[in-house]
């Protein structure tokens, strides 16, 4: 596993904070345009690495009727259109071996849900594409535990490992964070990202679907940063009320550029 490297122009791991963001799933490339532009200028203004994120087919809902996104065929032209269009990296999430074989031949980053996290066949045929893989750390999992993860990535061939906390089940329907885990994950020798939107999440707790309470993202992104962290994961939208996924938990794209400036200041001063 490598403590650096580099996705496309984006430094992975060290001083330089990077970003990974995007819509939690897409809904109309339209949207995806949207956000992946807004966000794209504002990284370019800050100097702040970006890799755009979003799912074409969120596998893992809890109700049957939710909105799962435009399927892996279409999902890859779109990002291939985003990546052509704005010059970034893009990462999606894959759920079989199979996507990830297919995944791998359109974009810059595959992505393991946290669900999947142990998923053995699934993380050395990520490690078997090459590409730079992103897992994250399964609420049921604890920090020390997403080393054998990271190791079976390794055994497919890719160093280029990058492990995401995302908060830890803390009875029903909650979620906590645990800042140790950023260190002990850091010390496995792999850049560690926190996803400060999902880290939110309340798991069922709404009816046919997941809650969650937007007001802690930014608190929970900025105390993350400063306890090291490489990299931010933050899914965002232009009008959160509407969003087809994760609506309780995403940020107002308007509210990006005043946390992630935020988030610049507090890594400049962060002891490593």
């Known amino acids: 596993m490598k403590k650096s490297f580099d996705i ?6 060290g001083a330089p904070l990077f970003l990974i963001a995007g819509p939690c799933v897409l809904e109309s490339e339209d949207i995806a345009d949207r956000i992946c532009g807004t966000v794209k200028t504002i990284t370019d203004r800050l100097g702040i690495g970006y890799i755009f994120k ?7 809902r ?4 939710s909105f ?7 999902g890859l032209e779109i990002f291939a ?3 052509e269009r704005y ?3 893009v990462l999606t999430d894959v759920h079989s071996p199979e996507e990830a074989r297919k995944a791998g031949e359109v974009v810059d980053v595959l992505q393991i849900p946290a669900f999947l996290c142990r998923q053995t066949d699934l993380a050395v045929t990520c490690g078997e594409t090459g590409r730079p893989v992103s897992v994250k750390k399964g609420q049921f999992m604890a920090p020390e535990d997403m080393r054998s993860t990271a190791e079976k990535i390794e055994h497919g061939g890719s160093e280029r490992i990058m492990l995401v906390e995302r908060g830890t089940a803390f009875g029903y329907h909650d979620l906590v964070v645990d800042m140790r885990s950023i260190v002990v994950m850091r010390g496995f020798g792999c850049p560690v990202v926190f996803d400060c939107t999902h880290s939110v999440q309340r798991p069922g707790a709404g009816y046919g679907g997941s809650g969650g309470d937007s007001r802690y993202i930014e608190p929970l992104a900025r105390a993350a940063v400063a306890c090291g962290i490489d990299g931010v994961f933050i899914e965002t939208h232009p009008d959160c009320s509407s969003a087809l996924c994760d609506a309780a938990t995403m940020l107002p794209l308007d509210r990006l550029e005043g946390l992630l400036k935020q988030l610049v200041d507090i890594n400049s001063h962060t002891v490593r």
């Open 87 to 89: 010059g970034i990296p």
């Open 68 to 74: 799962r996104g435009p399927g892996i065929g279409k």
């Open 54 to 60: 979003s799912s074409y087919d969120k596998a893992n």
């Open 62 to 65: 809890q109700s049957i009727g």
């Open 81 to 83: 259109r985003l990546r």
């Open 8 to 13: 496309e122009s984006v430094r992975i791991g």
